[in-house]
Nanobody, 121 residues
């Protein structure tokens, strides 16, 4: 079994900062791209940022320059450093990873359970 577990969500004031983490655990052989998505109430889940094993990162226009994704391959962990937070950033943030489980021949797409981020006075 492979699991993704996010942490670090919470309540922050507009303009503030928050950092999220996501750890992949279980019987896995290799992790390709790891990503962050978010879903606000009444909205579809949207892409935020992704990072490959060697480091190239991609960002959605809505967070470019405010959010930074990073990765610790030795810990099977990704981070999302968020700054300049706005009320529109309020959402459940999900971790996603493309993982080759042990004993299997194909990569699978995994999701975490999500962590709530609320930006409000």
């Amino acid at each position: 079994q492979v699991h993704l577990v996010e942490s670090g969500g919470g309540l922050v004031q507009p303009g503030g900062s928050l950092s999220l983490s996501c750890v992949a655990s279980g019987r896995l052989l290799h992790i390709n791209t790891m990503s962050w998505y978010r879903q606000a109430p009444g909205s579809q889940r949207e892409f935020i940022a992704s990072i490959d094993g060697e480091g190239p990162a991609n960002y959605a226009d809505s967070v470019q320059g405010r959010f930074t994704i990073s990765r610790a391959n030795d810990k099977n962990t990704i981070y999302l450093q968020m700054s300049g937070l706005k009320p529109d950033d309020t959402a459940v943030y999900y971790c996603n990873a493309n993982i080759l489980p042990a004993g299997e021949m194909a990569f699978r797409n995994y999701w975490g359970q999500g962590t709530q981020v609320a930006v409000s006075q």
